[in-house]
């Protein structure tokens, strides 16, 4: 009995000293985990604060300006605030000791770097620069942008003001407003570098002209009423340009150009027979 009693004790006590050896282990993970928090300055934690905020502002507005996309136009002060942070994260050191080389660079997933690439991936993506003058301290709306945005509204307006009277007729709404919607395509197509505009526009208005195009083209039909009068210019323009072709041929072979070589024959031997005269007289 007192052997099975010793035998228990011992038991239990070996549980206890590998659990106090568990207990001793996990607070010195926790006092490492301190002492390298305490290590970093201030400023960078602060700084690292920071950037993580303006990182989830953004991606939060990113997310809430998807569609229609507005991105470019509404995320552009969250935008400008996280490169900046980044920025000086980049370029701060305290007391000899670099903010950089404690976020950046020291772990495969590299959560910072990560974070930035990320969101620069997306606006860069968007063609979002295009969007704005950089030439001052801060970026404004570029005037082809703000043009873009006026004649955009024009278009809108029209349709709106003309659709909502006469129904589901949009024949009026095609005539009235295909001015409006032709200087806005005109305009749209001089800003684009290619014929498709994906690596040049930026995205918020890309965006806005394939949306205006499809209501103009799919919803109103307007394309169809455009081509019929297209179809009669451009026949009108076939058969004047073969008028000249039909003249040409009409001389040709309806009127006596067969006469034409003898004559010139004739000339000619009276030329040569009134030289060889002169000739043989001197």
Request: hydrophobic letters at 35%; a neutral charge.
């Amino acid at each position: 009995m007192n052997i099975h009693i010793f035998s228990i004790s011992v038991i239990f006590a070996c549980i206890f000293i590998r659990a106090g050896n568990a207990d001793i282990k996990f607070d010195k993970s926790l006092s490492t985990c301190s002492l390298y928090k305490d290590n970093q300055p201030e400023e960078c934690l602060t700084l690292l604060d920071s950037f993580a905020k303006y990182a989830s502002d953004f991606t939060m507005c990113s997310i809430k300006n998807a569609r229609p996309v507005r991105l470019c136009e509404e995320c552009i002060n969250h935008y400008v605030m996280f490169m900046n942070k980044y920025t000086e994260l980049l370029k701060t050191v305290v007391n000899g000791t670099s903010c950089r080389d404690i976020f950046i660079s020291h772990d495969r997933l590299d959560v910072v770097l990560e974070s930035h690439d990320r969101i620069s991936s997306m606006w860069y993506k968007g063609n979002c620069n295009e969007c704005y003058d950089w030439t001052g301290t801060t970026p404004i709306l570029s005037n082809n942008t703000i043009l873009f945005k006026k004649m955009l509204n024009d278009t809108v307006i029209c349709i709106e003001t003309t659709i909502n009277p006469v129904g589901n007729n949009t024949d009026e709404v095609c005539s009235r407003c295909m001015e409006f919607y032709l200087k806005l395509d005109k305009f749209y197509r001089s800003l684009s570098k290619d014929s498709i505009g994906l690596d040049s526009v930026c995205f918020d208005i890309l965006d806005s002209m394939n949306t205006t195009r499809s209501i103009w083209s799919k919803d109103l039909d307007c394309c169809k009423k455009l081509r019929s009068p297209e179809t009669i210019f451009l026949w009108c323009t076939g058969i004047i340009s073969l008028l000249p072709i039909l003249f040409y041929v009409m001389v040709r072979y309806l009127t006596p150009l067969k006469a034409l070589p003898n004559a010139l024959k004739e000339s000619r031997f009276k030329q040569s027979f009134l030289r060889s005269s002169r000739e043989g007289i001197n």
